[in-house]
C-alpha cells in the first residue's frame, strides 16, 4: 500500500524495525566508571572480609594509609 508515494510499513514490519533498531548496544550502555569502581571495591571487602585480621575495617584503614602516603611522597617531590 502506498501512501502520498511513501510505502507505507505494514505492523509487522514496524515491530520488527522498532526491535532492531532497539536492540543496538547504542541504547544499552554498561556500567558508568563510578559502578565499576564501586562494584570492585564491594567485591574486594567481600573477598577479604575472613581473610583479613580486623575485616573490611582494616582494609579500609589501610587504604586510607596508601593514600596519605602517597599524598606525602607527591608532597614531597
Known sequence: MIVAGIPAVTRRAGEQLARSELSKLMYH?????????????????????????????????????????????LRWI
Do not use: D, H, K
Open 29 to 73: 550502555p554498561g556500567p558508568s566508571l563510578t559502578e565499576r569502581v564501586e562494584s570492585a571495591i564491594l567485591r574486594l571487602l567481600q573477598v577479604t572480609q575472613g581473610a583479613v585480621p580486623g575485616g573490611w575495617w582494616a582494609v579500609i584503614a589501610l587504604a586510607a594509609l596508601v593514600v596519605i602516603a602517597v599524598a606525602a611522597i
